[in-house]
């Protein structure tokens, strides 16, 4: 399974990290936090309806502890499993959108405006979840691969051998992980 988390790794299996991200906030480019000119505050936030992803609702979500901590009570208009969806529901006017940085897209960015929250929702990481009891198959070993580059094949065979890895490399944050596939495109 592929998982994030904002906490440590997941216990079931053999988490393997793959990259880390960030959340982003989502408005129309005429919404008045567009022109917000000094760092969206949590206590800005609270005062929209808000638009994010079904997860968000629980309680154990890092989204939601956020908020707590800061002794805030968000109210979520909708939430959604797609990021499409949500992005659909920002161009409509139903609310604010937080959303997963990756889920951006350049087209996005015609009539959408991202701020970054980074400074308000703690960065999150992406583990590849492997059961320690079935083979790898080579296409899984290949996915991890190329989701997560810095990863050998070697390690996570051993590992799934029961042989503890030594320590995984560090997971690269997504941004960098998105500028270096730019930069291996365009040397193609």
Known sequence: SIVSTSEGAPTSGLAVPLFR????VVVPKSHTLASLSKALTLAELVKYPLLSYESSLSVESSLRKAFASAGKQP???FTSRDADLIKTYVRVGL???ILAEMALLPDDAHDLHVIDAANLFPTCTTWMVLRRDRVARAFTLALAELIAPQLDRRDLQRALAGEPPRRWPEPPNWKDVVAKNKTLTRAA
Do not use: D
């Open 21 to 24: 991200w960030q959340r982003s």
């Open 95 to 97: 609310g604010v959108g």
């Open 75 to 77: 109210e979520f208009a």
